[in-house]
């Protein structure tokens, strides 16, 4: 695939004369390091990033096959968010209000941390600090954002969730029949090529290896007096540790099938519009934006005016499969289209010039973890359900802690070490994925011919780690 078709993102890396996306030499042969990292997205980067910030001296070796960037890293919607796909009622249930309250601080601390990084760093990723609008947009979603804002009270309004009327809504977003919504300052809008390729040299202005082209055949563990490896099509990698950070190809290797399912998420990108169209849309601030449906959407005002919008609704494909071609789904594009002009019916007469996809990684209790298995010396993280951005930093910290040995704050939060239980054989993890992903889009349905809260939500809520 021509690298620069893989997203808006990677196009215009091109086009602005910031990254040609020439490829790095791949792996020479086999060789010995401290760290080896499988993955060369956030997750991957971040962590050799934090290792070499606090031990230079590492030997860390990055093995990527394709290339920095590739996957959800340089292809998602730009937000830089403190989303955990597990809601602070559910840490608390499973470890107590403290941990979950400190674990929230934590994730919001994390947005203002990316931020940092790309400015010490000079990593131009058109980061502003907007805040994220939910709007509400018929009754029963007003309810929610009620909700949300009264959920978030109980937990000492550790997001800074503020309830919005509609006049405040529709200042900040200028969509269709908005009838009010939410706010919190906890996002940035990015644009996330632009992070994950300067990430990338970061990490190697510090002394790492990133090999591109360079595909992880499988993770051998430590065992008999050896140290872990990682077995690749161009050598065999030896290291003190090894990080497993591949996400949604997590999928693809030996062993770890079942340990999560690989969901796409894609996006549809506009041509540049008119300061006249921005006048009504508003998003001056730089918010990112989505509304109080069921099945998530998507969208921010770019650097350059354009509007990037995207949501989930693709199918599961069956034995957690991923191609190219499953980036590309005619409907449901149309489908984000359509639903971005019902927001914006201004948008009707502008190009859609861009199409994109990708996926995600979910685990089956929908919880993110970061892991370091000391017996084995393999250590992993993941599992972000699309909220990776801000997320896989702060699991690129908490690596960075564990595998150097060190007890912090960080590496007392409830995800460390969480292992969540394996996914179902086909052809039940087929039916009941696609089963969920058609029972969001129902939901929504249900509720515009009812007008009430959906019962086919509610049944699902509990699956989805809520």
Do not use: K
């Not at 470890?95 to 203002?112: C, E, I, P, W, Y």
């Not at 929610?144 to 009327?165: H, I």
């Not at 019916?345 to 209790?365: E, Y």
Request: one cysteine or more.
């Amino acid at each position: 695939m021509n690298a620069r078709s893989l997203s808006l993102w990677h196009d215009l890396l091109v086009a602005d004369g910031v990254d040609d996306l020439a490829p790095r030499a791949p792996l020479a042969g086999s060789t010995d390091v401290d760290v080896c990292v499988v993955g060369a997205g956030y997750t991957g980067l971040w962590t050799a990033y934090y290792l070499l910030a606090a031990d230079p001296g590492l030997r860390v070796l990055v093995v990527e096959a394709q290339a920095a960037g590739f996957g959800a890293s340089g292809r998602n919607g730009g937000w830089c968010s403190a989303l955990l796909p597990t809601s602070a009622a559910a840490l608390a249930r499973h470890h107590g209000r403290d941990a979950a309250l400190a674990f929230r601080r934590v994730m919001n601390d994390t947005v203002a941390e990316v931020g940092r990084v790309a400015a010490a760093e000079g990593i131009d990723c058109h980061y502003v600090r907007g805040g994220t609008v939910v709007l509400a947009r018929t009754p029963v979603q007003l309810a929610r954002a009620r909700a949300e804002a009264a959920a978030d009270a109980g937990f000492d309004g550790v997001d800074g969730v503020e309830l919005l009327s509609a006049d405040d809504a529709a200042a900040r977003v200028g969509a269709t029949g908005v009838l009010g919504g939410t706010f919190t300052p906890h996002c940035a809008r990015i644009q996330p090529a632009r992070l994950a390729r300067g990430l990338a040299v970061a990490v190697e202005r510090r002394g790492a290896t990133i090999a591109e082209r360079t595909r992880a055949l499988r993770i051998e563990p430590a065992g008999f007096g050896r140290d872990p490896r990682v077995v690749t099509d161009r050598g065999v990698v030896t290291a003190r540790h090894v990080v497993r950070a591949t996400e949604a190809w997590t999928a693809t290797l030996p062993g770890s099938r079942r340990d999560v399912v690989p969901v796409y998420s894609l996006m549809v990108g506009t041509e540049p519009l008119p300061p006249s169209f921005w006048e009504r849309a508003g998003l001056a601030r730089g918010e990112t934006f989505s509304d109080h449906r069921h099945l998530i959407v998507y969208g921010q005002r770019t650097a350059d005016d354009r509007i990037v919008f995207g949501g989930r609704g693709a199918p599961y494909h069956f034995a957690s499969r991923i191609d190219p071609a499953f980036d590309r789904e005619a409907g449901v594009f149309e489908g984000l289209r359509e639903a971005v002009t019902d927001l914006f019916p201004a948008l009707r007469g502008h190009a859609f010039t861009h199409a994109w996809g990708g996926p995600l990684a979910i685990a089956r209790d929908w919880r993110a973890s970061v892991v370091l298995d000391a017996a084995t010396g393999v250590a992993r993280a993941g599992g972000y359900v699309g909220d990776g951005v801000g997320t896989s930093n702060l699991a690129g910290r908490t690596l960075a802690d564990l595998l150097l040995g060190r007890r912090t704050e960080l590496t007392g939060l409830p995800w460390v070490g969480h292992r969540s239980p394996r996914w179902e054989p086909e052809p039940l993890r087929w039916l009941g994925v696609n089963a969920g992903l058609v029972g969001m889009t129902l939901a929504d349905g249900e509720e515009r011919l009812t007008g009430r809260g959906s019962l086919t939500a509610r049944a699902l809520s509990p699956l989805l780690g809520h």
